[in-house]
């Protein structure tokens, strides 16, 4: 697509449920990251991918968080039994290719999430 | 380590002035530095980047000033308007990662017609 597209744009779940957050790259993008973007904070690193795989999960806060990468493109980033702490923005940002750099790190959108 | 505040650092100008945003960057292995603007409702949109082997780029109405020696960034933003209202951060490649960006938190510029 020409743009990182993340769904929902708004989620509101209750504590404890589990939700799936969407990430779709840009066309040929093979790299791609997670950040979480808290009120008022600049933003957290949360995982990386280049292509399917994950050298870098360092970010994930806890072992409710996890995420996957198919076919080099969807990405999905799951919490489960959702916390209060966990409301935030969840940015998804693609490029080229992490191992050339950062040139045209790309963010979508957001999703909202708030845990009520 | 990071401060924590929920209160972001404003910057309020009158339209058709220059704008001067700041920004301490923490790590002086980082190589990499970009200005982002961000809009209500919407992801971080590049501005500008600059690499540690220069101290001046610039761009269409914007300047990036870095200064190694004292680990700051600065965007300068000229003839300010309306559009140009968003929070801006700044960003560096985290120790010299070619992957991973570490943020500033944010500066919220109003700019008023």
């Known amino acids: 697509g020409a743009g990182v597209s993340q769904s929902p744009s708004n989620k509101v779940t209750e504590k404890g449920k589990d939700v799936e957050l969407r990430c779709d790259p840009i066309s040929g993008h093979t790299a791609l990251y997670w950040y979480r973007q808290s009120l008022g904070q600049g933003l957290e690193f949360l995982i990386y991918f280049q292509g399917n795989s994950a050298p870098d999960k360092s970010g994930l806060p806890s072992d409710r968080f996890s995420a996957e990468r198919t076919g080099g493109s969807v990405s999905t980033l799951t919490i489960q039994r959702t916390q209060q702490e966990d409301s935030a923005v969840y940015l998804c940002a693609s490029s080229l290719a992490g191992g050339q750099g950062l040139y045209g790190y790309t963010f979508g959108s957001g999703t909202r999430l708030t845990v009520v | 380590g990071e401060s924590v505040g929920l209160h972001l650092p404003t910057l309020s100008v009158q339209e058709g002035d220059n704008s001067i945003i700041n920004c301490a960057y923490s790590n002086s292995a980082s190589d990499y530095f970009i200005w982002y603007k961000q809009e209500s409702g919407k992801g971080p949109q590049f501005i500008i980047d600059?690499?540690?082997?220069?101290d001046k780029r610039q761009g269409q109405r914007v300047t990036v000033l870095l200064n190694k020696t004292v680990k700051h960034l600065s965007l300068q933003i000229a003839a300010t308007q309306p559009g140009d209202s968003a929070v801006y951060f700044c960003?560096?490649?985290?120790?010299?990662?070619?992957?991973?960006?570490?943020f500033g938190k944010g500066t919220l510029l109003t700019v008023n017609p």
């Open positions: 600059i690499r540690s082997n220069m």
């Open positions: 960003a560096e490649n985290s120790g010299g990662s070619n992957y991973k960006l570490t």
